[in-house]
C-alpha cells in the first residue's frame, strides 16, 4: 500500500500565529523521546512559540496530512532568539545578525522516510537566503552519552544527515537549556550547535 506523501508549506511571518498550538502539540509528542527525553511543558511551549510569533522573519515549514500537522520545521534570525542561543555566536565574534537560526524539525514517526528532513532545510535555506541578510546557518543538538542506558538500541542519530546538508559540528559553541525530563525532572542540558555557510541567492 502507497503511503500518501504529505504536503508541505512554508509559511513566514505573521502567517505561522494559526500554527502555535499544532506546533506546540508536536514538539510535546516527538521530543518525549530520545534524545530529547522532554516531558511537555504547556507554558513553556507558548512563551517558546511566541519567539517566533513576535519575529517578523521567521518562518514554520508544516508538512499536512489533509488539514492536520504531521511535521514542523521552524526558523528565525538568531537575532530575534533569547541571548542563551546567542551566547555560543558572541564568544566566538560571530556577528549574531548574520545567522539564521533554525529551532527543531518535528515529524511523527509514520511519516518518516519520504524525504522530508531534506524539505524541511531545502525550504528553511531557501527562506534565509531569500531574506538576503545572512551568511550562516546554524541548530543545536542536544549532547547524549553514547553510553546512556536510556538509549535505544535502535536508535540512528541524525549526525550522518546532517554531514551530508553540509552541517558541521561546532564543539566550541555549546549552550545549555534546562527542561522538565520524563521520569526525572528539570534538567540542564548542553546542545552543541552545527553550522552551515549559506551561499547567495543566484
Known amino acids: 500500500m502507497t503511503v500518501q506523501t504529505p504536503t508541505v508549506r512554508a509559511l513566514a511571518g505573521a502567517a505561522i500565529q494559526p500554527w502555535l498550538e499544532s506546533v506546540a502539540q508536536l514538539r510535546m509528542t516527538v521530543f518525549r523521546d530520545w534524545p530529547y527525553l522532554y516531558a511537555g511543558d504547556a507554558a513553556y511551549e507558548r512563551d517558546y512559540l511566541q519567539t517566533y510569533a513576535r519575529s517578523p522573519r521567521s518562518v514554520f515549514v508544516l508538512a499536512f496530512d489533509d488539514d492536520t500537522v504531521v511535521g514542523a520545521s521552524t526558523g528565525l534570525p538568531l537575532a530575534d532568539e533569547d541571548a542563551a542561543f546567542q551566547a555560543p555566536f558572541v564568544d566566538q565574534d560571530v556577528a549574531v545578525d548574520r545567522v539564521f537560526y533554525f529551532g527543531e524539525s518535528v515529524l511523527l514517526?509514520?511519516?518518516?522516510?519520504?524525504?522530508?528532513?531534506?524539505?524541511?532545510?531545502?525550504?528553511?535555506e531557501a527562506h534565509a537566503r531569500a531574506l538576503g541578510d545572512f551568511d550562516l546557518t546554524a541548530f543545536a543538538a542536544v549532547d547524549r552519552a553514547r553510553d546512556d542506558p536510556r538509549r535505544p538500541q535502535d536508535h540512528r542519530d541524525n549526525d550522518v544527515f546532517w554531514h551530508k546538508r553540509g552541517y558541521v559540528r561546532q564543539p566550541g559553541m555549546t549552550m545549555l537549556l534546562r527542561w522538565h525530563e520524563v521520569d526525572a525532572g528539570e534538567v540542564l542540558h548542553p546542545l552543541t550547535f552545527w553550522t552551515r555557510p549559506l551561499e547567495a541567492a543566484a
Not at 110 to 117: K, S
Request: hydrophobic share 30%; no cysteine.
Open 109 to 124: 514517526p509514520h511519516w518518516r522516510g519520504h524525504g522530508l528532513g531534506h524539505r524541511f532545510f531545502d525550504l528553511r
